[in-house]
């Protein structure tokens, strides 16, 4: 089993940046795959990103390609969301997850029910 618990979340205006942690404590880090995921009022839970084990691969949803850059630092059990060029509608509650699959399909990647432990989110909120 493994705990993780975001920060980094807050308000900021259209075109900042916002730097989201998800620090993780039990099981071997390095043993899952991670994701992040997002939620707004009233909407479905949807993928943002996610990063393999050894943080050679990564995958983007298309909505924030080229904005957004997930990492991992598995020596201090961490993984990071940098979020650049923010719009009002990356407003949500953000959720890092870990995953026991391997590597999979981008439909694997990005489907919340294959992610088995969730942080509690974080907020963030981008004004026009």
């Known amino acids: 089993q493994v705990q993780l618990v975001e920060s980094g979340g807050g308000l900021v205006q259209a075109g900042g940046s916002l730097s989201l942690s998800c620090a993780a404590s039990?099981?071997?880090?390095?043993?899952?795959?991670m994701g992040w995921f997002r939620q707004a009022p009233g909407k479905e839970r949807e993928f943002v990103a996610a990063?393999?084990?050894?943080?050679?691969?990564?995958y983007y949803a298309d909505s924030v390609k080229g904005r957004f850059t997930i990492s991992r630092d598995n020596a201090e059990n961490t993984m990071y969301l940098q979020m650049n060029s923010l719009k009002p509608e990356d407003t949500a509650v953000y959720y890092c997850?870990?995953?026991?699959?391997?590597?999979?399909?981008?439909?694997?990647?990005?489907?919340?029910?294959?992610?088995?432990?969730w942080g509690q989110g974080t907020q963030v909120t981008v004004s026009s």
């Open positions: 990063i393999s084990k050894t943080g050679r691969m990564t």
């Open positions: 039990g099981r071997t880090f390095s043993s899952y795959t």
């Open positions: 997850a870990a995953s026991t699959i391997a590597w999979g399909t981008t439909v694997t990647l990005s489907t919340p029910l294959k992610y088995t432990y």
